[in-house]
T-cell receptor, first 119, second 111 residues
Framework: DAGVIQSPRHEVTEMGQEVTLRCKPISGHDYLFWYRQTMMRGLELLIYFNNNVPIDDSGMPEDRFSAKMPNASFSTLKIQPSEPRDSAVYFC?????????????????FGAGSRLTVL | KQEVTQIPAALSVPEGENLVLNCSFTDSAIYNLQWFRQDPGKGLTSLLLIQSSQREQTSGRLNASLDKSSGRSTLYIAASQPGDSATYLCAVLGGSYIPTFGRGTSLIVHP
């Protein structure tokens, strides 16, 4: 497997523009997480999905942020409209929790991240 | 709510030293604890995973231990090298299956 794949790797945009970040999780993984990382706040969980269903989006900072997972192999994080304070690195991660007590063995795997700069 | 603390926040040592990085967590009801490495401008790379029933895991010069009852884990790096310079993060997987991360320890190993 190629691992968790994110695109774009870098995005520079102007304030007010729409930004869409994409993620392809590892095949077979049933959990998908979106994180945001900044120097000030560290790694923050924005939202996570289980079997394509959003479970907890309490970390999404505002209504300008939305995330979808239309199928098991694709997820998007959208910011509309974008603001300079949204500048950060956005990571997608996936894991296989499964059932039957294998949760402890699951390895959380991160993508390379999408570095967003909003001017 | 699970809280994860990493001490020290930053560490600078000469090459060859043996190092101990600490991670503590408040809720001992966990499935596992995972140590990651992050190089500047890069993603997080998994180093070691310790399941809740295990006491330690080893990979090369790295050894991670887990004391669930006291809410502590340590990452031991033997004979440190400049290539070990990075930020090291620990993440705890709790009952909600949400990984909770510490803020990390920034390590610099100078020649």
């Amino acid at each position: 497997d190629a691992g968790v794949i994110q695109s774009p790797r870098h995005e520079v945009t102007e304030m007010g523009q729409e930004v869409t970040l994409r993620c392809k999780p590892i095949s077979g993984h049933d959990y998908l997480f979106w994180y945001r990382q900044t120097m000030m706040r560290g790694l923050e969980l924005l939202i996570y999905f289980n079997n394509n269903v959003p479970i907890d989006d309490s970390g999404m900072p505002e209504d300008r942020f939305s995330a979808k997972m239309p199928n098991a192999s694709f997820s998007t994080l959208k910011i509309q409209p974008s603001e300079p304070r949204d500048s950060a690195v956005y990571f997608c991660a996936s894991s296989l929790v499964g059932t039957g007590g294998i949760a402890g063995a699951n390895v959380l795997t991160f993508g390379a991240g999408s570095r967003l700069t909003v001017l | 709510k699970q809280e994860v603390t990493q001490i020290p926040a930053a560490l600078s040592v000469p090459e060859g030293e043996n190092l101990v990085l600490n991670c503590s967590f408040t809720d001992s009801a966990i499935y596992n604890l995972q140590w990651f490495r992050q190089d500047p401008g890069k993603g997080l790379t998994s180093l070691l995973l310790i399941q809740s029933s295990q006491r330690e895991q080893t990979s090369g010069r790295l050894n991670a231990s887990l004391d669930k009852s006291s809410g502590r884990s340590t990452l031991y790096i033997a004979a440190s090298q400049p290539g070990d310079s990075a930020t090291y993060l620990c993440a705890v997987l709790g009952g909600s299956y949400i990984p909770t991360f510490g803020r990390g320890t920034s390590l610099i190993v100078h020649p």
